[in-house]
């Protein structure tokens, strides 16, 4: 069997290499460079407190991957296991964390709720007027600008076709298969598995499968370098935008949320961050940790990403077309996905079947 992957993210890299360690001929085709779209964006945060519970059984195989990054791939993808703690600031919050956690726990994951003297004391100078939190101790982060160009080296060593800087100008179906017809060539496959994130309704469109998606952009920055203080990465239960920060090796703070995504013409999809929005952002950085208040921010960014009308991925294989797999429409959550989104499509694409079930983000919830 072979194989043709559309999208050089993390979740198109990581399906290529697990669809190769599987046996089959894979070409990974990518519009610019590995890596270069919503994974490079993204914060780096992996987490499942707060997912649709849904959600849960392909977190939970993705975390067992993660664990296994540095084996796998061959390199270090800076995938730290140092918890993630969730911040609570009124009571609708604590409510929503209870409800959660409570349900949660039938999936698979047991949170810790924390008390205010137990955050002062564990995690000293965070949140200091938070009236409870959660936190997940297995849970954590890795470097979004490695992990893609890592799977794909892997994949590529594994015997897959790597094929970057190559916008796709025509799909086509045969008898045989697909055929995409790009700037740097043409390729063929029996199968196709459509990676393309915010550009993947375009290609479900094509085979008559209507998603509603919407690209927009988070809003994201980071600090000048400061001693190492921040272990967990941080976050907050809001029902609204909350806010989220990390503190990388090199001493430096990563934070997004808290304000509006950006809206993004997924045409070219060059995303800005919006240097308005920055003091509301951090006011609510702030927040969670006030020792950044007099803080150099250094940098800001943001990345084209896809947003699904119910806010859930779409996975599996098509409602219209034999061959033809879906995967695309992460809604800003992948990050922490994405190694268990390889892992089960190349299951399913290998055997039929797949032991994560993937009905909830099925492509046919949206034919009618």
């Known amino acids: 069997m072979d194989i043709i992957v559309l999208g050089g993210g993390l979740m198109g ?13 894979v070409t990974l085709i990518e519009r610019r460079r ?12 992996i987490r499942r407190s707060g997912r649709h519970l849904s959600q849960l059984p392909l977190a939970h195989r993705s975390l067992t991957l993660w664990k296994q990054s540095e084996a796998l791939l061959g390199r270090d993808v800076e995938f730290r296991p140092t918890g993630h703690l969730r911040l609570i600031f009124d009571e609708q919050g604590l409510a929503d964390m209870r409800h959660f956690a409570d349900k949660a726990r039938a999936w698979g994951l047991e949170l810790e709720e924390l008390e205010p003297a137990q955050i002062r004391r564990r995690f000293p100078g965070l949140g200091p007027d938070a009236i409870a939190a959660s936190f997940s101790p ?6 979004p600008r490695l992990v893609s160009p890592a799977f794909a080296a892997a994949a590529a060593a594994a015997g897959a076709n790597i094929v970057d800087q190559a916008p796709v100008r025509a799909i086509s179906l045969s008898d045989s298969g697909f055929t995409a017809e790009t700037d740097r060539g043409r390729f063929d496959a029996t199968m196709l598995l459509n990676c393309a994130g915010a550009w993947g309704a375009e290609i479900a469109a094509q085979f008559r499968e209507p998603v509603p998606l919407a690209a927009y952009g988070p809003q994201m920055a980071v ?10 990465v941080v976050g907050m239960w809001s029902r609204a935008h909350g806010a989220y920060l990390r503190q990388v090796e090199r001493g430096n703070v990563v934070f997004g949320g808290a304000v509006e995504r950006v809206p993004v013409d997924p045409g070219p999809g060059h995303a800005r961050a919006d240097p308005a929005r920055l003091p509301e952002q951090l006011h609510a950085v702030l927040r969670l940790a006030p020792a950044l208040r007099d803080v150099t921010v250094i940098r800001q960014w943001s990345g084209c990403e896809g947003y699904v009308g119910d806010g859930l991925p779409v996975m599996g294989a098509s409602a219209t077309t034999p061959g033809l797999f879906h995967a695309f429409g992460f809604c800003g959550h992948g990050f922490q996905l994405g190694p268990g989104v390889g892992d089960a499509m190349a299951e399913l694409i290998a055997t039929g079947n797949c032991e994560t079930p993937l009905k909830p983000f099925g492509i046919a919830r949206f034919a009618a």
């Open 223 to 232: 600090t000048e370098p400061l001693p190492h203080r921040i272990l967990p």
């Open 34 to 45: 590995i890596g270069a779209g919503a994974t490079v964006a993204s914060f780096g945060n």
């Open 13 to 25: 890299t990581a399906s290529a290499f697990f669809l190769a360690r599987r046996g089959l001929k």
């Open 138 to 143: 297995d849970d954590g982060s890795a470097n």
